[in-house]
């Protein structure tokens, strides 16, 4: 049976639309999000998605864990359990803080679902409709979808091939101040940046702290990468340097497997009181099973071992992307050369909008995400982001050159009708941004 | 598992709904498949939904369904490419024949024939990139507005949903509009705005002749009926039947048919219509495969006429199996 209701004379075909909160203004169908279907398909290469590729996984291995937990712990890996997360894994996750130069006691840990979670959290905790949040230029999709839930403002502050700008920062934080706007947080991604591909520069780390500490701003450092470098020993995390104004966040999703959701927040004493009230509210707990499987994992196998084969993995595909855009891009184009992650952020030749262009592309069968998603205030229509973490290399050149010939064809097209300017102002309260399996 | 309709005698076995595909329009596409599947679920029959990709052919081989019903969306589902195929194999199926296809799925071609039939339809100029290329953009514009005023709606020529669709009320906002629509095909369509009521009729026949269900009159938030206010439950609101004069939603009626006869269409059809404020009827465009997803208007007029959509899909079915294969 077909149970929609049958509708009489006047209809909206939404029984509620009256009655949802302010904030749900922007939920609404977009044609970009709809061509991410497409890029679902096989036929698709798909530089769009950010899913950590877990093909290397010994699976074997994790299957005769998540066995053996079962059989040895079912009872309490299938039960409720404590809303700050398990002890066993909140010291395992000051192990690998460790890795960072970070010194931390498990009990200012709280496990989260995902380290999206902790961002959840951390805003829940934090922020008032219109509040302001400082975001790099571009910035995380995902993070950017929660400041937009609360109802924050998103002030953005440029990056350069060394991260964030201090300058750029300050300068944020002196017209806010002048404004007499207040500030919750900086939310930043020091390394490998999503969706950037740039890394806080050493020399910049002590600045930005110190920019922050004397304004009273505090960070938010999201550092779901920090282990996937290619070319150097992890950099020490803020964190490290400032254990009271910064609030860090890290994740399993890409150093094991993100469908675990296992991710965390170390935060100083009082905001992590309120950071468990407010997990215990939302989840009451995160999930037993999943974070006794990672603790299983970490306790049994050479996880850093592992990690050491992803970094391989993905400097061979970051490799692929980078002699492919050097090889096919034309004249006019420029793009980031990560030395860790998943992403390079590519920007294009003045005048070709990203975002217009998205059709295109998914007709010639290649799929990425246009830099609008990564901005709160509608800019980046002349940059994309291009993901390397998932395709093989032979399947990454295909999409560049796939994606070569779509830019040629749109800039012969901007070519004949000029510069058309950019849909800015209809995307500033949308999420055009991918969905949870390509964020 | 073979059905048997008590109503009619007729034998159904499985329905193979196709849905998904490699259009734009993907993502609508398995909305409209998902609820056609279930209302069939529904109403008894046997239905797989299967998706059009490189297994389609072999699984349709390996195991032939007494009828198909292509819920396919944009290239492919509604340019007689799918229908063709379906054909070669042999198999029955829910709608219009491949050639109706190809013409009502291109607009200017769908235009030209209907208003050869004495329908109105908004003055419209249809042009490939190169054209603008080689003459000169600005000039083409030009002679384009000079021609068909402002304001224009510019869509591409091929595709649905108002994808790559604008409004353009100023010759500033002409080349924009144009790039968009390229973005979806190698035609644009700039077509004379015309100001009324959007209005959408559905035509089915189960067997004994056309017939229109109820026009459903479309009033989007924003006042533009485009992809978003398509989408989004409630930021579109429908009037079934249509708030009209009983002579303007008669005429939509009449059009709607006429229009599903002109073009050769069969089954089901829909046509987009606008009334304008002399109460002309303006046709728009007709679409061989209309949406059923949530917030589409075929299911909404169904419904408002007081058939049951699992029921009335059934029947087209039964139609479709009765009249068998057609040889390609």
């Known amino acids: 049976m ?9 209809t909206r075909l939404d029984s509620y639309v009256d009655r949802y909160a302010a904030r749900t203004a922007g939920m609404t169908a977009s044609e970009i999000r709809a061509l991410f279907s497409v890029a679902s398909r096989p036929e698709v290469v798909s530089l769009a998605g950010g899913m950590p590729n877990i093909s290397g996984l010994p699976l074997d291995v994790v299957g005769g864990a998540i066995a053996d937990l079962i059989s040895d712990a079912g009872p309490t890996a299938l039960q409720y359990g404590s809303g700050q997360g398990t002890p066993e894994l909140r010291e395992q996750i000051c192990e690998v803080m460790a890795l960072e130069g970070i010194s931390a006691h498990p009990d200012d840990v709280v496990v989260t679902v995902g380290s999206q979670q902790a961002v959840d959290l951390v805003t829940r905790i934090f922020c008032d409709p219109g509040d302001v949040v400082i975001c790099e230029a571009p910035s995380y999709v995902g993070a950017l979808g929660v400041f937009k839930a609360f109802e924050c403002e998103v002030v953005h502050a440029e ?8 300058d750029a920062l300050r300068a944020a934080i002196a017209s806010l101040c002048e404004a007499g706007r207040r500030i919750k947080f900086l939310y930043t991604i020091p390394n490998f940046h999503n969706p950037a591909g740039v890394t806080l520069s050493a020399e910049r780390r002590p600045e930005i702290l110190e920019i922050c500490r004397e304004a009273d701003v505090l960070i938010l450092e999201d550092n779901p990468y920090g282990l996937l470098g290619f070319d150097q020993a992890p950099m020490r995390a803020l964190r490290a340097d400032e254990a009271e104004g910064v609030i860090y966040l890290g994740s399993f999703s890409k150093t094991f497997a993100p469908g675990f959701r296992v991710g965390w927040a170390l935060a100083p004493h009082a905001v992590r009181e309120k950071l468990v ?11 037993s099973f999943s974070q006794m499987a990672v603790s299983s ?13 992803f970094r391989e993995m993905y400097r061979e595909r970051r490799d692929a992307m980078v002699d492919a855009l050097e090889d096919l891009m034309p004249p006019g184009c420029s793009w980031t050369v990560p030395s860790g992650g998943f992403y390079v952020w590519l920007t294009v030749p003045p005048g070709v909008d990203t975002k217009a262009m998205l059709p295109r592309a998914v007709t010639a069968r290649v799929a990425y995400v246009p830099g609008t998603a990564f901005f709160a205030d509608g800019f ?6 291009l993901s390397f973490c998932y395709p093989t290399p032979e399947r990454i050149r295909e999409g560049v050159r796939r994606l070569a010939g779509v830019l040629e064809e749109e800039m012969e097209l901007r070519a004949t009708f000029g510069a058309t300017g950019t849909h800015e102002a209809l995307t500033r ?11 | 598992m073979t059905q048997t309709d008590p109503s009619t005698g007729a034998s159904t076995g499985r329905v193979v709904v196709v849905a998904g595909g490699l259009s734009h329009e993907r993502d609508v596409s398995l909305r409209s498949g998902r609820r056609v599947a279930d209302a069939m679920r529904g109403a008894g029959l046997d239905v797989e939904q299967l998706d059009a990709d490189s297994t389609l052919l072999p699984r349709l081989a390996e195991d032939p369904p007494s009828c198909v019903v292509p819920m396919l969306h944009g290239e492919t589902g509604e340019d007689g490419a799918i229908r063709e195929v379906l054909e070669l194999l042999d198999l029955p199926y829910v709608g219009a024949r491949p050639t109706a296809c190809r013409s009502a799925f291109d607009k200017p071609t769908a235009k030209a024939l209907v208003e050869a039939a004495g329908v109105h339809t908004p003055p419209s100029v249809c042009l490939p990139h190169e054209t603008f290329r080689e003459l000169g953009a600005a000039a083409v514009m030009s002679a384009l507005t000079d021609r068909l005023g402002l304001p224009l709606m510019v869509k591409p020529a091929r595709s649905g949903s108002a994808l790559g669709c604008s409004v353009v009320r100023s010759p500033a906002d002409l080349p924009h509009a144009m790039v968009d629509a390229f973005a979806y095909g190698a035609l644009a369509l700039a077509e004379r705005f015309v100001v009324g009521t959007e209005v959408a009729v559905g035509v089915v026949d189960t067997g004994d002749g056309p017939r229109a269900l109820s026009p459903v009159s479309i009033h989007p938030d924003g006042g533009v009926y485009d992809y978003t206010a398509r989408y989004t439950a409630g930021s579109t609101e429908f009037q079934v039947p249509a708030t009209l004069p009983q002579d303007q939603a008669a005429e939509c009626a009449r059009v709607a048919l006429l229009v599903h006869e002109t073009l050769g269409l069969r089954d089901v059809s829909r046509s987009d219509l606008i009334v304008d404020d002399e109460g002309t009827v303006w046709f728009l465009e007709a679409n061989v495969a209309p949406g059923f997803t949530e917030t589409s208007t075929v299911p909404l007029a169904v419904q408002a006429d007081g058939l049951e959509l699992g029921a009335l899909c059934a029947e087209l079915v039964d139609v479709a199996v009765r009249r068998g294969p057609a040889r390609a």
């Open chain 1, 2 to 10: 077909d149970h929609t209701p049958a509708p009489t004379g006047r």
């Open chain 1, 159 to 166: 990056m350069d091939e060394h991260g964030l700008r201090p």
């Open chain 1, 277 to 287: 009230l407010a997990q215990e509210s939302a989840t009451l707990c995160p999930p």
């Open chain 1, 380 to 385: 980046g229509s002349s940059a994309m982001r």
């Open chain 1, 297 to 309: 994992y970490l306790r049994e196998h050479d996880w850093q071992g592992q990690v050491k084969q």
């Open chain 1, 429 to 439: 309260s949308r999420y055009d941004g991918p969905g949870s399996d390509q964020a």
